[in-house]
């Protein structure tokens, strides 16, 4: 279970305290209606879109619809959706956006991010590892009015609205003081293009009083466990360390399907976990009267592993591609090895996490890594975790094969006196000890 840091959890205090009362900047006791705010900020609700989102896409196409009937939902161990909800899709990544309805997570409010899958060829449907995202002003959860379809995508863009005030977040009320929610207008609209894998998530508040309102950050929370793991370049899987500096990309990685959280007009800055719950605030903004503020995220979503992971993060920040290094992992007699785990980090310290990639049933591997130079840990099952030299990489990616030792079986039978057998059992115990795979590998969720 993961620890709070009474660190973190002051810094988030102070942030939230930081606004005067509920956020307003020289108020005389509460939020006031501007004369026109209302006709202001008059967002259009939408409706049910697409009447029919249970049928694969070719490239090029996206669709956004409500969902009428089992099959149309996504499925897997986490899979929240159900039928009333909203449905984003395109020929490679699938979307749930949750309906007017209360949810099963610790923000039972609706309209939340439920579900999000990779497709494969000809699918409209897949599995979900995300489980529940959730979303914040300050300590405040957004409470929906209406969710509906903005754009069906017959114009290649499907948009999922919804719209609400706020309201305190439970979880953090109970356990620092919260001020009254800020006298905001909320929309999220839930974007997705054709050809792309990633959804955006365009936050956006306005303030219909008439003073300025301080919003000291933006709340994201995200829930792990059950086969995905939170991840962070630099530190790894290391969950003890999920607290580090500001970055734009954080990931949450499975086995068989990865997600990549970004944003590319702040940062995310890791707060701290509870309960397989894990904080992050993004910077806040400054409202002015009859104004509004927008923060513009970004889910990517890929086959499982860190490597696929950052190559969809970087597409989704408009960042040009890493080089490529690729290789084969073969065992002592030559054969490729399916699914061995390639752990890469800098060779400066030997600690700083960079990526990983895992085999595919050729025993091929492909990352994206910067050039310099890097200690690559190669991890199969039933085999010593092999350790390599400093590993080159040039501006133009490199090629390297590796090859781990083979495995030995050992027969034996126990007998007694007269040589008849008998039960028992034989234990080996290796010195000396194999060395310990480090807690940024993640490879303990794995009985590592």
Request: proline share 4%; glycine share 14%.
């Amino acid at each position: 279970m993961f620890k709070i840091s009474s660190l973190c959890l002051g810094a988030l205090f102070i942030l939230i305290a930081c606004s005067d009362g509920d956020g307003l900047v020289g108020a005389d006791g509460g939020g006031e209606q501007g004369a026109d705010a209302t006709s202001a900020w008059n967002l259009e609700p939408g409706n049910t879109g697409h009447t029919e989102v249970g049928e694969a896409l070719d490239a090029g196409k996206v669709r956004a619809g409500k969902v009428v009937s089992q099959g149309q939902l996504l499925s897997g161990l986490k899979a929240e959706g159900r039928i009333g909800d909203f449905k984003l899709y395109n020929d490679q990544v699938a979307f749930i956006i949750e309906g007017l309805r209360p949810s099963n997570g610790y923000v039972q409010l609706g309209g939340e991010l439920a579900d999000a899958a990779y497709l494969k060829a000809g699918s409209a449907t897949g599995a979900s590892w995300l489980s529940e995202t959730g979303l914040g002003l300050g300590t405040n959860v957004v409470k929906p009015q209406s969710v509906g379809v903005l754009s069906d995508g017959s114009d290649g863009e499907a948009i999922v609205r919804v719209i609400g005030d706020l309201q305190a977040f439970e979880v953090i009320s109970s356990l620092i003081p919260s001020t009254d929610p800020y006298p905001l207008k909320v929309a999220v609209d839930y974007v997705l293009k054709a050809d792309v894998n990633w959804l955006e998530l365009r936050v956006r508040a306005y303030n219909d009083t008439e003073h300025t309102i301080e919003v000291p950050m933006l709340l994201v929370v995200f829930f792990g466990g059950d086969g995905v793991e939170f991840f962070l370049d630099g530190t790894g899987f290391d969950n003890d360390k999920l607290t580090a500096s500001q970055r734009n990309r954080i990931g949450i990685i499975g086995r068989e399907i990865s997600y990549g959280w970004t944003i590319s007009d702040a940062k995310f800055a890791p707060l701290f976990s509870y309960n397989g719950l894990w904080f992050n605030s993004v910077e806040g903004f400054s409202i002015e009267p009859g104004a509004e503020a927008q923060r513009v995220l970004r889910l990517t979503v890929s086959p499982g592993n860190v490597a696929n992971m950052q190559k969809s993060a970087r597409r989704s920040l408009g960042l040009a591609e890493l080089p490529e290094t690729s290789g084969t992992v073969r065992d002592e007699a030559g054969e490729p090895l399916a699914n061995a785990r390639l752990h890469v980090v800098d060779s400066a310290d030997g600690k700083t996490y960079v990526t990983n990639a895992v085999t595919d049933a050729g025993g091929n591997y492909r990352m994206g890594l910067a050039a310099g130079d890097y200690l690559f840990s190669i991890i199969a099952d039933g085999r010593e975790m092999l350790v390599t030299q400093p590993v080159t990489v040039g501006d133009s990616g490199a090629s390297k094969d590796f090859s781990l030792a083979g495995t030995s079986t050992v027969k034996f039978s126990i007998v007694d006196q007269d040589g008849t057998d008998i039960p028992g059992k034989l234990l080996f115990h290796r010195t000396p000890k194999l060395a310990a795979r480090p807690r940024s590998f993640g490879e303990q969720r794995d009985g590592g």
